[in-house]
């Protein structure tokens, strides 16, 4: 991220950040809060979207926010949490995890898909993402979607922006539908279970009735599941989760208070934060995830039921090779950038994926400014 | 409604066309007699019809593959088809296409509980995918209100939706991957039975393409356990105004229904000569249901009738049986039935902010009256997707044109208040032309980009969606 000696644009409205790229004669590295360096680094000039700020509209009866892209995250959330709502996707903060200060923005957030633990329920940023607004790399302000939660009008280019960091156009508003926030929430925890046994019992909880919303195996050996709701039925279903899964062993039940503390770790990853070496994060179908570790090495933080593992393992480690043919995909999320130019941090694509890919981004990006490169692999 | 003129050269080739396709396919896969081909000349959009050139029914993705690889050699245009159920033309052929129907491919491939996926061939149904893992305590949750004919293969084209999505979402927030046949025959699979299916979002901007960019044999679907129990309560209301506020408010205490309808006393009264569901004699009504264990739903209907309370409802009917609940879904289900039983009706799909519910109401009357034609309303309240339904005679000359005209009135007025054309029943060939209201055309030209990246030579399903006049330069090519 070394910019000293280019320029840094910084538009405070969306008609100049598209003067900004109609005029751009290199490379830019677009950046939201700037807390997620992932991908090839960006030698171009900084476009910053930090200037883009405020909600426009907020409906709470109609569960629907829009805000500018620069909006920082936390802004956000604390005008939902007046309401007792929140963003359904539970965002993780990557700033302990890739070591970055920053404010996280929603242009950012959006632009990385990035989700936590509830994803396992609720879906994903881009399935709760209703509406964008970007610029293009010829400059052209595009919109797609709208403010309103159901909409098949036109292609859905909402979801091709969402993970896009940045390489099709650059946000400049965005549109989510919302939830209410639950009134109660806990913790059903087990400790001293091997990953193949805790892969296991998430699978067999995620099948009930009673609604886990977060099922996480920590490298210490604590298996957590996450109940939300009103306080009664949160108290009767961790009472049933408990009672079901009894055969893998005796659980303990933690109240709203420490759910909260402890998902927001697992959330943000905060068990590597003072470790050493490269993480990975691993897509995989979860019955396959504790065979894919094994054969990888490392340690390992299991989200999403088995379906997301954070992988901790030395620097430079080439893992690619380790994890051969899978169901699913890894990404080199932290690593130094001698390591992310070497390694690709993104997977590679088959070659009818990566010419649709190519294609793509040749005619949303045609003079190739906008992180150009970024997620190549 | 125009669609483009028929390319004579390709009407002249016509036997080649089919014998070729004859060499590539079991014998009863390829059909071009004349009788027969007028089985595909509409699809549930009744009022617009054309034959297509033949209508081939391949069986696997390598027959597919075969089909659309000798289309794109020989420059036919493919309209693909699933069950045949879009209300929105979207598999309307023209009369130098050949339809590409998927209903032989219904196979279910793979069921994986412990992973929470099925992976099916797209030509099956709807309810059918639910019906193979029910047994076992799961269903797909997505329920378009066709469920019973509609194939999987239209639902990812229109990213359906149904009554349940306020809770569950619609096709694309339950769709894992893709077997996806690009036109020129390439084979690629996108995603699988993991989460996020990694690099750009390919299948999010698959699903609800409307057959444009490919055709989709296989999908993986995310498939969920069954909630222990549900059940539904019927709120009356003096007021289609209150019944909104209602909505609102329920939204706002927390309560996450699984479905909020929406009726109002044209539908009401129709649907209660049609069906005696025991509907009160009100303004406007809703019925709210909600999931989970019999102590769970007690509480939430607890909240729910307390903030009923708050707006005088004029009758509050929680069923206390299995019986009870099917007759307070009964009136709702036979909602399309009992209009079509008075006349002909024209069924619209606009989306609007919830907030703007009273307003859109009361200007859907001052409009039903300027055009002289009754509009009963029912709808999917709790996400804003309005389905009026606009009845009209069809052998009464210049009925049907005044239905369309009032049809597109309604709908700019859902562009006008902030929401949108369609909400889960796709563009189509019915609001292709109305696309400019919604989109300037720069937007329109961002998503005919992506078609040119999957679908150059724009073969595929190639008059839906866009305005002609947008898409000719590009269909000409």
Redesign the interface.
């Given at each position: 991220m070394s910019s000293d000696t280019l320029a840094v644009l910084r538009p405070e409205t969306e008609a100049e950040l598209a003067e900004a790229i109609r005029l751009a004669s290199g490379p830019l590295a677009i950046r939201g809060g700037g807390t997620r360096p992932i991908g090839r680094p960006q030698p171009g000039a900084l476009l910053e979207t930090g200037a883009l700020t405020g909600i426009t509209l907020y409906e709470p009866g109609a569960l629907t926010l829009v805000a500018r892209a620069g909006t920082p995250l936390a802004e956000v959330e604390a005008a939902l949490a007046a309401q007792n709502q929140r963003l359904p996707f539970e965002p993780p903060d990557h700033r302990g995890l890739l070591r970055t200060g920053g404010e996280p923005t929603l242009g950012g957030m959006v632009a990385a898909n990035a989700s936590g633990p509830r994803r396992v329920q609720a879906g994903a940023c881009r399935d709760s993402l209703i509406g964008v607004r970007f610029v293009d790399g010829t400059g052209t302000v595009v919109k797609n979607g709208g403010r309103v939660m159901k909409n098949v009008t036109g292609y859905d280019l909402v979801k091709l922006m969402a993970g896009s960091w940045g390489t099709l156009g650059v946000l400049t508003e965005v549109a989510f539908k919302l939830l209410p926030a639950p009134e109660s929430a806990a913790t059903i925890l087990w400790q001293g279970l091997d990953s193949a046994s805790a892969l296991r019992l998430m699978a067999e909880a995620l099948k009930t009735p009673w609604e886990v919303n977060a099922a996480a195996h920590l490298p210490d050996q604590r298996t957590m599941l996450r109940v939300e709701g009103f306080a009664r039925s949160v108290a009767y279903r961790a009472d049933e989760l408990a009672k079901a899964l009894a055969p893998f062993g005796r659980s303990v039940t933690l109240d709203a208070e420490e759910t909260a503390t402890l998902w927001a770790q697992i959330r943000d990853v905060a068990p590597f934060h003072d470790q050493d070496g490269d993480v990975w994060r691993i897509a995989v179908k979860p019955s396959e995830a504790a065979a894919l570790v094994a054969r990888a090495g490392g340690e390992a933080l299991y989200d999403w039921g088995g379906g997301l593992v954070w992988l901790r393992v030395g620097e430079g480690v080439d893992l690619r090779a380790r994890l051969g043919e899978f169901p699913g995909h890894a990404t080199l999320v932290r690593a130094s950038p001698e390591t992310r130019r070497r390694i690709a941090p993104f997977p590679p694509e088959a070659p009818a994926i990566a010419a649709l890919t190519r294609g793509l981004r040749a005619r949303f990006d045609p003079r190739g400014l906008l992180n150009p490169g970024l997620m190549d692999a | 409604m125009q669609m483009p003129r028929p390319s004579a050269d390709i009407l002249a080739r016509r036997a080649s066309i089919v014998a070729r396709l004859r060499a590539l396919l079991p014998a009863d896969a390829v059909i071009d007699d004349p009788h027969e081909t007028r089985a595909y000349e509409c699809d549930g959009l009744t009022a617009y019809r054309c034959a297509p050139l033949a209508a081939v029914l391949p069986r696997t993705t390598e027959e597919v593959s075969a089909i659309l690889s000798l289309c794109h050699a020989e420059g036919v245009p493919v309209v693909p088809r699933g069950a045949g159920t879009s209300l929105a033309g979207g598999s309307l052929p023209t009369a130098d296409s050949v339809i590409l129907g998927v209903a032989r491919m219904n196979a279910v491939l793979e069921a994986?509980?412990?992973?929470?996926f099925i992976r099916v061939q797209t030509g099956r149904t709807n309810l059918s995918v639910t019906g193979a893992v029910e047994a076992d305590?799961f269903f797909y949750a997505p329920d378009p209100s066709s469920q019973l004919a509609c194939a999987i293969a239209g639902n990812i084209a229109?990213?359906s939706?149904g009554a349940h999505?306020l809770k569950y979402?619609?096709t694309?927030?339950n769709l894992l991957g893709v077997t996806l046949v690009?036109m020129d025959g390439?084979?690629?699979?996108?995603g699988?039975?993991?989460?996020?299916a990694?690099?750009?979002?390919?299948?999010?901007?698959i699903?609800?393409?409307e057959g444009q960019l490919g055709v989709v044999t296989e999908a993986t679907l995310r498939i969920l356990?069954?909630?222990?129990g549900a059940r539904p309560v019927l709120i009356g209301f003096t007021a289609n105004e209150i019944a909104g506020a209602c909505?609102?408010?329920i939204?706002?205490?927390?309560?996450?229904p699984v479905a909020i309808e929406f009726m109002d006393r044209p539908c009401i009264r129709a649907t209660e000569a049609f069906a005696h569901a025991g509907y009160p004699d009100c303004e406007a009504l809703l019925i709210v249901e909600v999931e989970?264990?019999d102590?769970?739903i007690d509480?939430?209907l607890g909240l729910i009738r307390q903030i009923a309370a708050r707006h005088d409802p004029v009758e509050f009917r929680e069923s206390q049986s299995e019986e009870e609940s099917k007759k307070i879904w009964l009136g709702r289900k036979s909602a399309f039935g009992a209009m079509g039983q008075i006349n002909d009706y024209m069924c619209l799909d606009g989306?609007?902010?919830?907030?703007e519910l009273p307003r859109v109401l009361r200007r859907i009357g001052d409009l039903s009256r300027e055009y002289g034609l009754d509009v009963a309303n029912v709808f999917?309240a709790g996400?804003?997707?309005m389905h009026p339904l606009i009845l009209f005679d069809a052998n009464k000359p210049g009925d049907l044109e005044t239905c369309e005209a009032l049809g597109a009135e309604i709908l700019k007025l859902c562009v006008e208040v902030?929401?949108?054309?369609?909400?889960?029943?796709?563009?189509g060939i019915e609001?292709r032309d109305l696309?400019v209201v919604?989109?300037?055309p720069?937007?329109?030209?961002?998503?005919m980009?992506?078609?040119?990246?999957?679908d150059p030579a724009w073969l595929l399903n190639p008059a839906k969606?866009f305005p002609l006049a947008a898409s000719a330069p590009r269909r000409a090519s």
């Amino acid at each position: 991220m070394s910019s000293d000696t280019l320029a840094v644009l910084r538009p405070e409205t969306e008609a100049e950040l598209a003067e900004a790229i109609r005029l751009a004669s290199g490379p830019l590295a677009i950046r939201g809060g700037g807390t997620r360096p992932i991908g090839r680094p960006q030698p171009g000039a900084l476009l910053e979207t930090g200037a883009l700020t405020g909600i426009t509209l907020y409906e709470p009866g109609a569960l629907t926010l829009v805000a500018r892209a620069g909006t920082p995250l936390a802004e956000v959330e604390a005008a939902l949490a007046a309401q007792n709502q929140r963003l359904p996707f539970e965002p993780p903060d990557h700033r302990g995890l890739l070591r970055t200060g920053g404010e996280p923005t929603l242009g950012g957030m959006v632009a990385a898909n990035a989700s936590g633990p509830r994803r396992v329920q609720a879906g994903a940023c881009r399935d709760s993402l209703i509406g964008v607004r970007f610029v293009d790399g010829t400059g052209t302000v595009v919109k797609n979607g709208g403010r309103v939660m159901k909409n098949v009008t036109g292609y859905d280019l909402v979801k091709l922006m969402a993970g896009s960091w940045g390489t099709l156009g650059v946000l400049t508003e965005v549109a989510f539908k919302l939830l209410p926030a639950p009134e109660s929430a806990a913790t059903i925890l087990w400790q001293g279970l091997d990953s193949a046994s805790a892969l296991r019992l998430m699978a067999e909880a995620l099948k009930t009735p009673w609604e886990v919303n977060a099922a996480a195996h920590l490298p210490d050996q604590r298996t957590m599941l996450r109940v939300e709701g009103f306080a009664r039925s949160v108290a009767y279903r961790a009472d049933e989760l408990a009672k079901a899964l009894a055969p893998f062993g005796r659980s303990v039940t933690l109240d709203a208070e420490e759910t909260a503390t402890l998902w927001a770790q697992i959330r943000d990853v905060a068990p590597f934060h003072d470790q050493d070496g490269d993480v990975w994060r691993i897509a995989v179908k979860p019955s396959e995830a504790a065979a894919l570790v094994a054969r990888a090495g490392g340690e390992a933080l299991y989200d999403w039921g088995g379906g997301l593992v954070w992988l901790r393992v030395g620097e430079g480690v080439d893992l690619r090779a380790r994890l051969g043919e899978f169901p699913g995909h890894a990404t080199l999320v932290r690593a130094s950038p001698e390591t992310r130019r070497r390694i690709a941090p993104f997977p590679p694509e088959a070659p009818a994926i990566a010419a649709l890919t190519r294609g793509l981004r040749a005619r949303f990006d045609p003079r190739g400014l906008l992180n150009p490169g970024l997620m190549d692999a | 409604m125009q669609m483009p003129r028929p390319s004579a050269d390709i009407l002249a080739r016509r036997a080649s066309i089919v014998a070729r396709l004859r060499a590539l396919l079991p014998a009863d896969a390829v059909i071009d007699d004349p009788h027969e081909t007028r089985a595909y000349e509409c699809d549930g959009l009744t009022a617009y019809r054309c034959a297509p050139l033949a209508a081939v029914l391949p069986r696997t993705t390598e027959e597919v593959s075969a089909i659309l690889s000798l289309c794109h050699a020989e420059g036919v245009p493919v309209v693909p088809r699933g069950a045949g159920t879009s209300l929105a033309g979207g598999s309307l052929p023209t009369a130098d296409s050949v339809i590409l129907g998927v209903a032989r491919m219904n196979a279910v491939l793979e069921a994986d509980y412990d992973n929470r996926f099925i992976r099916v061939q797209t030509g099956r149904t709807n309810l059918s995918v639910t019906g193979a893992v029910e047994a076992d305590g799961f269903f797909y949750a997505p329920d378009p209100s066709s469920q019973l004919a509609c194939a999987i293969a239209g639902n990812i084209a229109m990213n359906s939706g149904g009554a349940h999505c306020l809770k569950y979402g619609v096709t694309t927030n339950n769709l894992l991957g893709v077997t996806l046949v690009q036109m020129d025959g390439t084979v690629v699979e996108i995603g699988g039975p993991y989460m996020d299916a990694g690099g750009l979002d390919l299948l999010g901007v698959i699903c609800g393409s409307e057959g444009q960019l490919g055709v989709v044999t296989e999908a993986t679907l995310r498939i969920l356990p069954k909630p222990e129990g549900a059940r539904p309560v019927l709120i009356g209301f003096t007021a289609n105004e209150i019944a909104g506020a209602c909505v609102s408010d329920i939204i706002k205490a927390g309560v996450l229904p699984v479905a909020i309808e929406f009726m109002d006393r044209p539908c009401i009264r129709a649907t209660e000569a049609f069906a005696h569901a025991g509907y009160p004699d009100c303004e406007a009504l809703l019925i709210v249901e909600v999931e989970g264990s019999d102590a769970e739903i007690d509480e939430q209907l607890g909240l729910i009738r307390q903030i009923a309370a708050r707006h005088d409802p004029v009758e509050f009917r929680e069923s206390q049986s299995e019986e009870e609940s099917k007759k307070i879904w009964l009136g709702r289900k036979s909602a399309f039935g009992a209009m079509g039983q008075i006349n002909d009706y024209m069924c619209l799909d606009g989306t609007i902010p919830v907030s703007e519910l009273p307003r859109v109401l009361r200007r859907i009357g001052d409009l039903s009256r300027e055009y002289g034609l009754d509009v009963a309303n029912v709808f999917h309240a709790g996400d804003g997707n309005m389905h009026p339904l606009i009845l009209f005679d069809a052998n009464k000359p210049g009925d049907l044109e005044t239905c369309e005209a009032l049809g597109a009135e309604i709908l700019k007025l859902c562009v006008e208040v902030g929401g949108c054309l369609t909400g889960e029943h796709g563009v189509g060939i019915e609001k292709r032309d109305l696309m400019v209201v919604q989109f300037a055309p720069a937007d329109l030209e961002a998503q005919m980009r992506v078609k040119d990246v999957f679908d150059p030579a724009w073969l595929l399903n190639p008059a839906k969606v866009f305005p002609l006049a947008a898409s000719a330069p590009r269909r000409a090519s």
